[in-house]
Protein backbone atom coordinates (compact mmCIF):
# COMPACT_ATOMS: atom_id res chain seq x y z
CA UNK A 1 0.00 0.00 0.00
CA UNK A 2 2.57 2.26 0.33
CA UNK A 3 3.71 1.90 -3.53
CA UNK A 4 0.68 3.09 -4.43
CA UNK A 5 0.78 6.22 -1.90
CA UNK A 6 4.17 7.27 -3.29
CA UNK A 7 3.06 6.78 -6.93
CA UNK A 8 -0.12 8.34 -6.43
CA UNK A 9 1.93 11.09 -4.65
CA UNK A 10 4.54 11.83 -7.12
CA UNK A 11 1.93 11.79 -10.34
CA UNK A 12 -0.33 14.31 -8.65
CA UNK A 13 0.69 18.42 -9.60
CA UNK A 14 0.05 20.54 -7.18
CA UNK A 15 -0.59 24.09 -8.21
CA UNK A 16 1.08 27.00 -7.47
CA UNK A 17 -0.58 29.96 -9.40
CA UNK A 18 -5.08 31.21 -8.89
CA UNK A 19 -5.16 31.51 -12.58
CA UNK A 20 -4.02 27.77 -12.86
CA UNK A 21 -6.20 26.75 -9.61
CA UNK A 22 -9.54 28.82 -11.12
CA UNK A 23 -9.92 26.76 -14.20
CA UNK A 24 -10.03 23.24 -12.65
CA UNK A 25 -13.39 22.59 -10.58
CA UNK A 26 -11.64 20.46 -8.25
CA UNK A 27 -9.62 23.45 -6.87
CA UNK A 28 -12.29 26.00 -7.50
CA UNK A 29 -14.70 23.90 -4.91
CA UNK A 30 -12.03 23.70 -2.61
CA UNK A 31 -11.35 27.22 -2.59
CA UNK A 32 -15.20 28.27 -2.21
CA UNK A 33 -15.28 25.57 0.87
CA UNK A 34 -12.14 27.65 2.09
CA UNK A 35 -13.74 30.58 1.89
CA UNK A 36 -17.28 29.70 3.34
CA UNK A 37 -15.33 28.08 6.28
CA UNK A 38 -13.27 31.55 7.26
CA UNK A 39 -16.41 33.57 6.73
CA UNK A 40 -18.34 30.95 8.52
CA UNK A 41 -15.40 31.49 11.38
CA UNK A 42 -16.06 34.98 11.50
CA UNK A 43 -12.64 35.30 10.36
CA UNK A 44 -13.34 39.02 8.76
CA UNK A 45 -16.05 41.94 8.07
CA UNK A 46 -15.48 43.44 4.57
CA UNK A 47 -14.63 47.13 5.22
CA UNK A 48 -13.05 50.30 3.54
CA UNK A 49 -9.45 50.75 4.72
CA UNK A 50 -9.09 52.99 7.47
CA UNK A 51 -7.05 55.88 6.97
CA UNK A 52 -3.13 55.11 7.99
CA UNK A 53 -4.12 51.64 7.57
CA UNK A 54 -1.78 49.65 5.01
CA UNK A 55 -3.74 45.92 4.38
CA UNK A 56 -1.45 42.95 3.88
CA UNK A 57 -1.90 40.75 0.82
CA UNK A 58 -3.11 37.14 0.80
CA UNK A 59 -2.26 34.25 -1.49
CA UNK A 60 -4.16 30.58 -2.40
CA UNK A 61 -1.89 27.83 -1.50
CA UNK A 62 -2.90 24.23 -2.73
CA UNK A 63 -2.17 20.68 -1.57
CA UNK A 64 -3.99 17.28 -2.19
CA UNK A 65 -4.28 15.31 0.54
CA UNK A 66 -4.19 11.61 0.10
CA UNK A 67 -5.44 8.23 2.03
CA UNK A 68 -3.16 5.52 3.30
CA UNK A 69 -3.68 3.85 -0.10
CA UNK A 70 -2.57 6.28 -2.30
CA UNK A 71 -6.57 7.36 -3.55
CA UNK A 72 -7.22 11.24 -3.36
CA UNK A 73 -9.39 12.49 -0.11
CA UNK A 74 -9.33 16.17 -1.49
CA UNK A 75 -7.83 18.21 -2.69
CA UNK A 76 -7.07 21.52 -0.37
CA UNK A 77 -7.29 24.88 -0.78
CA UNK A 78 -5.50 27.07 1.82
CA UNK A 79 -5.79 31.18 1.52
CA UNK A 80 -2.78 32.34 3.66
CA UNK A 81 -1.87 35.68 4.32
CA UNK A 82 1.32 37.11 3.08
CA UNK A 83 2.85 37.80 6.56
CA UNK A 84 6.43 38.19 5.56
CA UNK A 85 5.05 41.63 4.27
CA UNK A 86 4.51 42.66 8.25
CA UNK A 87 7.15 44.67 10.54
CA UNK A 88 8.00 43.67 13.65
CA UNK A 89 7.24 46.23 16.49
CA UNK A 90 5.01 47.80 13.65
CA UNK A 91 2.78 45.36 12.70
CA UNK A 92 2.85 43.34 15.59
CA UNK A 93 4.80 43.03 19.24
CA UNK A 94 4.30 38.68 19.26
CA UNK A 95 4.62 35.66 16.99
CA UNK A 96 3.37 32.26 17.60
CA UNK A 97 4.46 29.22 14.97
CA UNK A 98 1.80 26.35 16.28
CA UNK A 99 4.71 23.98 15.39
CA UNK A 100 5.89 20.72 17.41
CA UNK A 101 9.62 20.11 17.05
CA UNK A 102 10.11 16.49 15.92
CA UNK A 103 12.42 15.75 19.36
CA UNK A 104 9.28 15.95 21.05
CA UNK A 105 6.86 14.14 18.66
CA UNK A 106 9.63 11.18 19.19
CA UNK A 107 9.88 11.38 22.54
CA UNK A 108 6.02 11.43 22.80
CA UNK A 109 5.68 8.44 20.47
CA UNK A 110 8.59 6.05 22.18
CA UNK A 111 6.35 6.67 25.80
CA UNK A 112 3.33 5.79 23.93
CA UNK A 113 4.72 3.08 22.49
CA UNK A 114 6.47 1.95 25.43
CA UNK A 115 2.98 2.12 27.42
CA UNK A 116 1.28 0.28 24.80
CA UNK A 117 -1.17 3.62 24.38
CA UNK A 118 -3.36 3.35 21.10
CA UNK A 119 -2.88 6.40 19.07
CA UNK A 120 -5.14 8.31 16.49
CA UNK A 121 -4.07 10.73 14.06
CA UNK A 122 -6.40 13.45 12.70
CA UNK A 123 -6.67 16.25 10.69
CA UNK A 124 -8.13 19.13 12.28
CA UNK A 125 -9.41 21.25 9.71
CA UNK A 126 -8.53 25.19 10.31
CA UNK A 127 -7.52 24.73 13.89
CA UNK A 128 -5.13 27.75 14.45
CA UNK A 129 -8.31 29.54 13.09
CA UNK A 130 -10.12 30.03 16.08
CA UNK A 131 -8.17 32.22 18.23
CA UNK A 132 -9.12 35.92 18.03
CA UNK A 133 -6.89 38.66 16.76
CA UNK A 134 -6.00 41.37 19.62
CA UNK A 135 -4.19 43.85 17.05
CA UNK A 136 -5.96 45.50 14.27
CA UNK A 137 -5.21 44.04 10.96
CA UNK A 138 -6.38 44.36 7.47
CA UNK A 139 -6.32 42.12 4.41
CA UNK A 140 -6.91 42.78 0.63
CA UNK A 141 -9.58 40.21 -0.73
CA UNK A 142 -8.53 37.08 -2.03
CA UNK A 143 -7.41 36.41 -5.77
CA UNK A 144 -11.39 35.68 -6.91
CA UNK A 145 -13.03 36.33 -4.36
CA UNK A 146 -13.18 40.31 -4.81
CA UNK A 147 -15.79 42.77 -3.47
CA UNK A 148 -17.72 44.61 -5.52
CA UNK A 149 -16.24 47.50 -4.58
CA UNK A 150 -12.36 47.73 -5.32
CA UNK A 151 -11.80 49.75 -2.01
CA UNK A 152 -13.20 47.09 0.51
CA UNK A 153 -10.51 45.35 2.58
CA UNK A 154 -11.22 42.45 4.87
CA UNK A 155 -10.77 43.39 8.64
CA UNK A 156 -9.38 40.53 10.23
CA UNK A 157 -11.20 39.17 13.79
CA UNK A 158 -9.24 35.92 13.49
CA UNK A 159 -5.70 34.54 12.55
CA UNK A 160 -5.29 33.50 9.04
CA UNK A 161 -2.08 31.26 8.10
CA UNK A 162 0.63 33.04 7.87
CA UNK A 163 -0.34 35.67 10.23
CA UNK A 164 2.40 36.96 12.33
CA UNK A 165 0.26 37.61 15.33
CA UNK A 166 -0.05 35.49 18.24
CA UNK A 167 -3.92 35.06 18.15
CA UNK A 168 -5.37 34.98 21.74
CA UNK A 169 -7.10 31.51 22.78
CA UNK A 170 -6.04 29.79 19.35
CA UNK A 171 -6.31 25.72 19.97
CA UNK A 172 -9.78 24.66 20.55
CA UNK A 173 -9.92 23.13 24.23
CA UNK A 174 -10.22 19.45 22.86
CA UNK A 175 -6.81 19.88 21.47
CA UNK A 176 -5.41 21.02 24.63
CA UNK A 177 -6.13 18.03 26.83
CA UNK A 178 -3.54 16.15 24.77
CA UNK A 179 -0.33 14.82 27.23
CA UNK A 180 1.92 17.75 27.60
CA UNK A 181 4.89 15.96 24.98
CA UNK A 182 2.25 16.04 21.86
CA UNK A 183 2.16 19.89 22.09
Same mark, same amino acid.
Given at each position: ???? #??? @?????? /???????? =???????? @??????? %??? $??????? =? &??? @?? $???? &?????? $????????????????????? &?????????????????? *??? =??????? %? %?? $????? #???? =??? %???????? /??? #? *?????????????????????????????????????????? *? @??
Amino acid at each position: SHRS #YLA @AISKTE /ELRFFHEA =VTNPLWKD @AMIKEIE %ALE $KNHTWSI =V &DLP @AG $KKPI &DCKWVY $KVKYTSDGSIERYKARLVIRG &DEQVAGLDYTETFAPVAK *MTS =VRTFLTV %A %AA $KGWEL #YQMD =VHN %AFLHGDLD /EEV #Y *MLMSPGFCASNPHKVCWLHKSLYGLCQEPIGGLPSSLLHLHP *M @AL
